[in-house]
């Protein structure tokens, strides 16, 4: 697209994506379009967030009353319908969506323990250790707050209820896909393993991201916001009870396997903190991991019953010396 095209048919152009990104129709090859779309022109993602903003704000185009709950079948919603609701986005149409705010539903996980969910519009969680969400389901709306912990979302495509999830003052806007969002402390982290979701972070006012299969954005405690894509393999492990670190520090890597275990690892000198260690293990078991860590570094592990000590292993002087 030419530099000198009209705002309107930008943003026309976007509100038309927006549609069959959210259509239950959409695959590989629309994805892979919107990738180009994307990359042809700067302001092609500026447009995307802002028809993508203004939807959610008119609830999908959508206003609901409190009579009595529908839930429409994903297969009845065509294009054609989601076209007119952009279109309503694109000429900037007022309306109100309205819904009851009723209490959320808690759910939530012991040290150790995963859980996996089926919600009641047919997307599914999983839930890591140590996690807490609160669910709220509305004739318009799907709204999850994590409030701590990870957990990841595969979501049921359904373009006229926005699938979102809050965490820390960042929000994660769904477009029927699957992904996972992870707080430690203030830090957030979402990862998207395949479709598109809209991130923003509300909290530092810094704007709307796209992500698209495979990406990867972190808003650390510092204010430093990093987009990346990592192994999914090896950040996604945790659903089958594995733990996946590649070149993690060792300080790290002992973080994540004690938020599994009651016998903790402790690192007991502090120059090999900053080792690294890359491979997958099992959730929990702390003792293996100690071990492996022993074979593979330069460090020594101390199995007590309590606790596991790891240190940096004393090169042993030849006896012949001197």
């Given at each position: 697209m030419s530099p000198g095209t009209d705002i309107d048919q930008v943003r026309a152009e976007a509100a038309a994506w927006l549609a069959r990104l959210r259509s239950d129709q959409v695959g590989a090859q629309d994805q892979a379009?919107?990738?180009?779309?994307l990359a042809e022109d700067p302001r092609h993602g500026a447009a995307f967030e802002a028809v993508t903003g203004t939807w959610d704000l008119l609830g999908g185009a959508q206003i609901s009353r409190p009579i009595r709950h529908v839930e429409l079948e994903p297969s009845k919603i065509g294009r054609r319908t989601l076209l007119l609701g952009a279109a309503l986005v694109v000429a900037g149409g007022a309306g109100i969506a309205l819904w009851y705010r009723q209490p959320p539903d808690i759910f939530a996980t012991g040290s150790g323990e995963q859980r996996r969910l089926l919600l009641s519009d047919g997307s599914s969680v999983i839930?890591?250790?140590d996690t807490q969400i609160s669910v709220?389901?509305?004739?318009?709306r799907r709204e999850i707050a994590l409030d701590r912990g990870r957990a990841f979302f595969e979501v049921a495509a359904n373009p006229d209820r926005p699938f979102e999830v809050t965490a820390s003052g960042r929000k994660v806007v769904a477009v029927g896909t699957a992904f996972e969002v992870k707080l430690d402390g203030t830090a957030f982290v979402a990862t998207l393993q395949h479709g598109v979701v809209v991130v923003s972070d509300e909290a530092a006012n810094?704007?709307?991201?796209?992500?698209?299969?495979?990406?990867?954005?972190?808003?650390?405690?510092?204010g430093q916001t990093i987009r990346d894509r990592p192994d999914l393999s090896l950040v996604l492990a945790w659903r089958t009870g594995r733990l996946g670190f590649d070149r993690e520090s060792l300080a790290a890597a002992v973080s994540e396997m004690n938020r599994y275990s009651r016998r903790p690892l402790v690192i007991g000198d502090a120059s090999i903190a900053h080792l690294a260690i890359s491979g997958l293990f099992t959730?929990?078991?702390?003792?293996?991991?100690?071990r492996s860590v022993a074979a593979l570094l330069p460090v020594t592990a101390d199995i007590q019953p309590q606790q596991i000590v790891?240190?940096?292993?004393?090169a042993k002087k030849s006896p012949h010396a001197y």
């Open positions: 379009g919107f990738q180009s779309w839930l890591d250790t709220r389901m509305t004739a318009s810094a704007g709307r991201f796209v992500l698209t299969s495979g990406d990867r954005i972190a808003f650390a405690s510092t959730a929990g078991d702390t003792e293996a991991f100690a790891l240190t940096a292993t004393v």
